[in-house]
Structures are given as structure tokens and as C-alpha cells.
Nanobody, 123 residues
Framework: VQLQASGGGLVQAGGSLRLDCAAP????????VGWFRQAPGKERAFVAT????????DYADSVKGRFTISRDNAKNRVYLQMNSLKPEDTAIYYC?????????????????WGQGTLVTVSS
């Protein structure tokens, strides 16, 4: 299954980026989606998730209040708006499709992974 993530890049601290992930309809429909990230030398970690209906979201404490996850079910896309970026946000960001409609945090709950997009925040 091909999930196409885009929108990464180099940005100064305090700046913003918007990540975008497109998924095939058959994998997107009826499933929660989310974003994870993997910083250099660290394990992949949960960032944000949104339910299939888009009515409930969940965020890692480190990004709460700065990042916003959203989805467009008509376009089979999920977005991550990242504001007030910090150097510690530097990582490869992966979109993920969960197993079912409920939000998730664990990697074991991921059914499909995107290929990753690199975000680099300079100080």
C-alpha cells in the first residue's frame, strides 16, 4: 500500500510547515490515521492521531498546542500543521493508517506506514 507523504523541509525555529499524506481510499476509509516521527538516534514516536470521523484527536505532550492534525475524507488525505517549530522537532515524519476507526498511539496499532518526509528545524 502506497502512502505518499510530503511537505517536509528546512525551516527556522519558530516557523511553520504543513505535512500532507495521501492514501488509497480502500486503506483510508473507516480507519483512524496519524503521524509518527523518528529523530536521529531515537526510536519512532507517536505525534498525533485523528479518528475516522475526524471528531477526536490526540497529541503527544511535546507537540500539544503547536501541532494540529486534520483529515479530508473526500480527498483521502491527512494533514499535520506544525507551528512554533523547535530544533527538537527535527525528525523524519511518517503518516500511518490505524486498524479501525479509533485513535491510536502505539506503533503496533498501525496497519500501513507512509514512506516518511524529513523535517529539519534550525536554531
Amino acid at each position: 500500500v502506497q502512502l505518499q507523504a510530503s511537505g517536509g523541509g528546512l525551516v527556522q525555529a519558530g516557523g511553520s510547515l504543513r505535512l500532507d499524506c495521501a492514501a488509497p481510499r480502500r486503506t483510508f476509509s473507516n480507519n483512524a490515521v496519524g503521524w509518527f516521527r523518528q529523530a536521529p538516534g531515537k526510536e519512532r514516536a507517536f505525534v498525533a492521531t485523528v479518528t475516522w470521523r475526524g471528531d477526536t484527536t490526540d497529541y503527544a505532550d511535546s507537540v500539544k498546542g503547536r501541532f494540529t492534525i486534520s483529515r479530508d475524507n473526500a480527498k483521502n488525505r491527512v494533514y499535520l500543521q506544525m507551528n512554533s517549530l523547535k530544533p527538537e522537532d527535527t525528525a523524519i515524519y511518517y503518516c500511518a493508517v490505524g486498524r479501525g476507526g479509533h485513535r491510536f498511539r502505539a506503533s503496533q496499532s498501525v496497519q500501513y506506514w507512509g514512506q516518511g518526509t524529513l523535517v529539519t528545524v534550525s536554531s
